[in-house]
């Protein structure tokens, strides 16, 4: 079974810290997602990928797909940013492959 | 583009009681899914479809039903309520075709509450 594992379970920060979360799974994979799930409930995406990195303003994905692990960074983190993120992974690339196996998520604080 | 749409955004409901919570797009996408989300949890598929006229069980599946008789429109039925199945749930979709340009959409969630 593919599991994904995601650290910390909770973080609190400092309002302008560097903050990582970790991702790690146990299979192969397609794609890894990482979402955003905000105190409201909603969820969107943030990335999707599949090798190296991606930036999309203070937020930095990488993935490192021999060590099976995905890191998602934010620079200058600030109050907006807490929030949930989740890691989810896509293991297979046919049709019938295609669901994606979620992590619990990591529960980001940031403090003024 | 609305994106994706669910209704009811909460529901109170009896054990034994039936309902359908409602999930609809507007972005053509074949593939479409519904999620639970528990405290603790990561998110769980209940079922899938890929197309109209296709679905297929998830991982949790028991006591839901699904059906997609168009695409744009994709509801998910409790049959007889149980307080086990209160729950966050969130309907998603997205595009098939290559993995990495997949990107998910969701809908905003629906609060059931069995009592």
């Known amino acids: 079974k593919n599991e994904v594992e995601q650290s910390p379970q909770n973080l609190t920060a400092q309002e302008g810290e560097f903050i990582t979360i970790n991702c790690s799974y146990s299979?192969?994979?397609?794609?890894l997602h990482w979402l955003q799930q905000h105190p409201g409930g909603g969820i969107v995406s943030l990335f999707m990928?599949?090798?190296g990195k991606k930036k999309h303003g203070r937020l930095i994905a990488t993935i490192n797909i021999q060590e099976k692990h995905s890191s998602l960074h934010i620079t200058a983190s600030h109050p907006r940013d807490s929030a949930v993120y989740i890691c989810?992974?896509?293991?297979?690339?046919?049709?019938?492959?295609?669901?994606?196996?979620f992590g619990k998520g990591t529960k980001l604080s940031v403090k003024p | 583009n609305a994106g994706v749409t669910q209704t009811p955004k909460f529901q109170v409901l009896k054990t034994g009681q039936s309902m359908t919570l409602q999930c609809a797009q507007d972005m053509n996408h074949e593939y479409m899914s519904w999620y639970r989300q528990d405290p603790g949890m990561g998110l769980r598929l209940i079922h899938y479809s890929v197309g109209a006229g296709i679905t297929d069980q998830g991982e949790v599946p028991n006591g839901y039903n699904v059906s997609r008789s168009t695409t744009e429109d994709f509801p998910l039925r409790l049959l007889s309520a149980a307080p086990s199945q209160t729950s966050v749930y969130f309907c998603?979709?997205?595009?098939?075709?290559?993995?990495?340009?997949?990107?998910?959409?969701f809908g905003p969630g629906t609060r059931l509450l069995v009592l």
């Open positions: 989810a992974v896509r293991w297979g690339r046919l049709r019938s492959q295609g669901n994606l196996i």
């Open positions: 299979v192969g994979i397609s794609a």
């Open positions: 990928l599949s090798s």
């Open positions: 998603a979709s997205r595009p098939l075709g290559l993995p990495i340009r997949e990107t998910q959409y």
